[in-house]
């Protein structure tokens, strides 16, 4: 609870400068790799375009009708043997992992449904690699052992591309596209080389079992059976998955397989960077240029074919399987390994939603920029005003677009978002009807809005209070299927020659015009979503004033922790046990819920209270976090599934044996006589004096603070607030005359167990042993008055271990300690305190583990001080 002032100036600007920065950092990365992503799918879209100016609608529709129905069997074919051949990747991974920890069918399912998904939906929004961390998480998988599985699956299907590319380049390196070459010879070479190199690794794996270590990270690879198995299942993958579009594409326009294969590696790494569904637009510019097929639209129809059969009817696939398991699983009388099944898809059952929703939105994006069928015009314009036409264009792509926001939603389990996405449902297929009375499209959407209902029992999350904003990924993959499908309206009329007057053409047949104002319509909310994005995913979040119930007070007061008096700030929420014997106390931090301590009441109602919590966190979404808690209760948070950080150490001093006698309590006793040769006096006024002298305590925090360069914290302490001080006692050091040079507010716990102090502050001209004196004083006034004992508060990062078996959190902690004083002097705070011969007792971060440990860590941080740097102030 307090701090060791530095003097260094510069610094303090150089760190407040460095602060002003970081909010930004990370948010302009992030959004730096958004708008890369969309630049490679617009650069895609433009080539495309300039590819196929020769090439209209009508010619495509044609070309699709003329596909035979065998080859389009065959691609169905080729199509599940990549799928088998993707589950064979996580079964083998799996294997090779956590050998017998998983059955079979969920593995392969994981690889299979998974991808299945994330290739429908696209990299940015949900990878195979978050829906496998679902499914393997709910199987007791731990982390560490779940991202050994991703990368390992991964790292089949990049030794696959890999190998393809080297077999092309060898086999015929004379007709390797020109943007792809260096050359026939040194093609060759390179192929050599890549193909020898694979053929060594086998060679030493198969010598005994091998570890990748990274650092501290290590990794059991494959044995040469596993690695070759694994390659071998991502040699089929790719290759069925190229053999699909190869069978579509018009006779006689690849030349040569192996250069087919190279152009197809490189379309999809290309799709997979541009974080589009399926890599759409990338991924067609990429074909169509490299096989050089521009103007011919079979070869156009051949990649829109390609997209239904292999991106499309995998995932509705994967919702029929959803659909029939969540079928299974309301029934009474299901034998045990269909439940276990059911129970396994559950996880995966958000994402599958927002892929729903996603696709609804495409759906209803498509029918609006592409022209209508004329006969279903006429039908309508018997029964319909043609504002009612217009109306329904413009509603149905608002809400194709929504629904590709509200997918995130979705995705996270939010109810809100569950009851809008079946809203827009029910209004696109009512305005499906009513622009171009197309039943098809409206009946597929309330088809969809059926399987939402279906599922309706895993969307339970309310966010309390959150703002709107999407994530950068997330408004990437919208920006970027929104930009396709603009791209696809222009396509679709280019023969139209533009002319200013078609923006206000109102006719039945004005179908170009419609067009130009539903593209209006979607670029002002793409650009008012992303405006708000910049707006609210930045800056440092602010705690406001919350009401007090009016049982805190007495519950606080009937605490013998003297730190509770915490939930007095006004700063906190609350959630109250029913009977009003007991709170937990906290804040909303970014995706997380921190709470302040451990919750606060009797014994008998603490355990139900932190369970409650946990509910809480999980109905709004958000991880749970105890900030600040100590050993007793460590077992509780642990059977909750959550995980320990060690913040650091409490100092608390026995005041049963504290005395200024003896040779170690020399300063503390020099500090005190020396403030008494000074005239500067000790004393504790009681809380109904506060009032009086809050004027002259005001003017003193301010000096304080001006000095420290700093601003309030907030949290975990108090700051100097009216209301806040006006519920304590204040301990003050006078000078001759009456002016108050330092003060301090008291805690105080029930039953004389805990005494504390919260803001400790002091004029910038005081005596250099101002605080050492003000404690010595404190301390002796506690012991008089019968408390047990006294809390100094904590020293951050005070006794992790550095020791190599130890976790990498104490590791990172103890170097911070150690080397960390250009910053903050950790060891100087913790020696300040060591002059008492106080007891030290670890305090805890509780959190949720894996990849959710250093964002509630990040959470925490920044409601406590502000931003992660700002912790590091003096």
């Given at each position: 609870m307090t701090s060791i002032p530095g003097n260094d100036k510069q610094t303090r600007r150089i760190e407040a400068r460095a602060q002003s920065r970081l909010p930004w950092g990370k948010k302009t990365k992030s959004a730096l790799f958004a708008f890369f992503g969309i630049a490679v799918a617009v650069i895609g879209l433009l080539v495309l375009d300039h590819l196929s100016s020769g090439i209209s609608i009508r010619d495509v529709k044609q070309s699709l009708h003329a596909i035979p129905?065998?080859?389009?069997?065959?691609?169905?074919?080729?199509?599940?043997?990549?799928?088998?051949?993707?589950?064979?990747?996580?079964?083998?991974?799996?294997?090779?992992?956590?050998?017998?920890?998983?059955?079979?069918?969920?593995?392969?399912?994981?690889?299979?449904?998974?991808?299945?998904?994330?290739?429908?939906?696209?990299?940015?929004?949900?990878?195979?690699?978050a829906l496998r961390y679902r499914v393997y998480a709910a199987e007791g998988i731990d982390i560490a052992d779940i991202g050994r599985i991703i990368g390992t699956s991964w790292m089949a299907i990049w030794?696959?591309?890999?190998?393809?590319?080297?077999?092309?380049?060898?086999?015929?390196?004379?007709?390797?596209?020109?943007?792809?070459?260096?050359?026939?010879?040194?093609?060759?070479?390179?192929?050599?080389?890549?193909?020898?190199?694979?053929?060594?690794?086998?060679?030493?794996?198969?010598?005994?079992?091998?570890?990748?270590?990274?650092?501290?990270?290590?990794?059991?690879?494959?044995?040469s059976q596993g690695a070759l198995l694994q390659i071998l299942a991502g040699l089929v993958d790719v290759a069925a998955a190229a053999a699909t579009l190869y069978v579509l594409l018009p006779a006689g326009s690849v030349n040569s397989i192996p250069a087919f294969a190279l152009v197809y590696v490189v379309a999809v790494a290309l799709g997979i960077i541009s974080h589009a569904p399926g890599g759409i637009g990338a991924f067609e510019a990429t074909i169509v240029a490299g096989l050089g097929l521009g103007q011919n639209p079979d070869a156009i129809a051949a990649l829109v074919a390609y997209r239904v059969i292999y991106t499309l009817i995998p995932f509705l696939a994967a919702i029929a399987g959803f659909v029939v398991s969540e079928v299974l699983r309301r029934r009474h009388l299901i034998a045990g390994p269909t439940i276990s099944a059911v129970r396994m898809f559950e996880p995966l059952i958000p994402p599958l939603s927002a892929g729903i929703a996603f696709l609804g939105g495409i759906v209803l994006l498509i029918s609006a920029v592409i022209p209508d069928l004329h006969h279903r015009l006429e039908m309508l314009a018997d029964v319909l005003?043609?504002?009612?036409?217009?109306?329904?264009?413009?509603?149905?792509?608002?809400v194709g677009l929504a629904l590709l926001i509200v997918a995130r939603g979705l995705a996270r389990r939010l109810w809100r978002a569950w009851f809008l996405a079946l809203i827009l449902f029910s209004l696109g297929a009512i305005f499906a009807l009513s622009k171009a009375f197309a039943w098809e499209e409206a009946l597929m959407l309330a088809l969809m809005a059926g399987t939402l209902l279906l599922f309706r029992d895993s969307f339970y999350r309310k966010p309390l209070?959150?703002?709107?904003?999407?994530?950068?990924?997330?408004?990437?993959?919208?920006?970027?299927?929104?930009?396709?499908?603009?791209?696809?309206?222009?396509?679709?009329?280019?023969?139209?020659?533009?002319?200013?007057?078609?923006?206000?053409?109102?006719?039945?047949?004005?179908?170009?015009s419609r067009f130009?104002?539903?593209?209006?319509?979607?670029?002002?909310?793409?650009a008012a979503i992303t405006i708000n994005t910049i707006i609210n995913g930045v800056g440092r979040s602010k705690l406001r004033a919350q009401p007090i119930p009016e049982q805190v007070p007495d519950l606080?007061?009937?605490?013998?922790?003297?730190?509770?008096?915490l939930a007095l700030l006004g700063d906190k929420r609350f959630l109250m046990d029913p009977k009003g014997k007991g709170f937990v106390m906290y804040a909303r931090s970014g995706g997380s819920l921190v709470s302040m301590g451990e919750p606060v009441g009797s014994d008998d109602v603490i355990a139900d209270l932190a369970w409650a919590f946990r509910g809480l966190a999980d109905r709004t979404g958000t991880r749970t976090v105890f900030y600040g808690v100590g050993p007793e209760r460590l077992p509780?948070?642990?059977?909750?599934?959550?995980?320990?950080?060690?913040?650091?150490?409490?100092?608390?001093?026995?005041?049963?044996?504290?005395?200024?006698e003896g040779s170690k309590r020399q300063p503390l006793r020099y500090a005190a006589r020396r403030l008494e040769k000074e005239g500067i006096s000790f004393e504790i006024l009681p809380k109904g004096q506060t009032a009086d002298i809050m004027d002259e305590l005001r003017v003193v925090s301010n000096a304080w603070l001006e000095m420290k360069s700093g601003s309030e914290k907030r949290f975990s302490l108090g700051s100097f607030e009216n209301a806040y001080l006006s519920h304590f006692d204040i301990a003050v050091l006078r000078k001759e005359g009456g002016a108050i040079v330092a003060f301090a507010n008291?805690?105080?716990?029930?039953?004389?167990?805990?005494?504390?102090?919260?803001?400790?502050?002091?004029?910038?001209?005081?005596?250099?042993?101002?605080?050492?004196?003000?404690?010595a004083n404190l301390l002796m006034a506690a012991k008089g008055e019968g408390y047990l004992w006294f809390n100094l508060g904590a020293a951050p990062l005070s006794g992790l271990s550095d020791s190599h078996l130890a976790s990498r959190w104490n590791r990172i902690g103890s170097f911070i300690y150690r080397r960390g004083a250009e910053f903050y002097r950790f060891d100087g705070l913790r020696a300040f305190k060591d002059k008492f011969g106080p007891k030290w007792t670890p305090y805890y971060l509780i959190c949720p583990p894996g990849l959710a440990t250093p964002r509630s860590l990040i959470d925490a941080t920044n409601l406590v001080s502000g931003s992660p740097f700002e912790v590091f102030k003096r």
């Open positions: 129905g065998s080859v389009l069997l065959t691609a169905l074919f080729f199509t599940f043997v990549s799928f088998a051949a993707v589950a064979l990747y996580d079964v083998v991974a799996v294997e090779t992992i956590a050998p017998g920890r998983v059955p079979y069918h969920i593995s392969a399912m994981a690889g299979g449904a998974g991808y299945a998904i994330s290739n429908a939906l696209g990299f940015s929004l949900l990878t195979g690699g030794f696959a591309f890999t190998i393809l590319i080297a077999v092309a380049l060898v086999i015929d390196p004379s007709r390797i596209p020109w943007i792809f070459s260096f050359g026939p010879v040194l093609d060759q070479l390179i192929g050599i080389f890549v193909l020898l190199a694979v053929a060594l690794l086998l060679y030493w794996l198969s010598r005994r079992e091998r570890t990748l270590n990274i650092g501290r990270l290590s990794v059991r690879l494959p044995s005003p043609l504002p009612f036409l217009e109306m329904s264009h413009l509603g149905a792509s608002f209070g959150e703002h709107f904003s999407l994530s950068w990924g997330w408004l990437a993959s919208v920006g970027t299927t929104a930009f396709a499908i603009l791209w696809l309206g222009l396509f679709a009329y280019r023969h139209v020659e533009y002319a200013n007057e078609l923006w206000w053409e109102f006719a039945w047949d004005a179908q170009a130009l104002r539903v593209s209006v319509l979607i670029l002002t909310v793409l606080v007061a009937m605490s013998p922790s003297a730190s509770d008096a509780l948070f642990l059977d909750m599934g959550l995980t320990a950080l060690k913040l650091g150490e409490v100092a608390r001093v026995d005041l049963s044996d504290f005395s200024l008291v805690w105080r716990g029930a039953g004389n167990q805990e005494i504390a102090v919260d803001l400790m502050r002091h004029v910038p001209d005081a005596s250099s042993v101002i605080m050492d004196g003000l404690f």
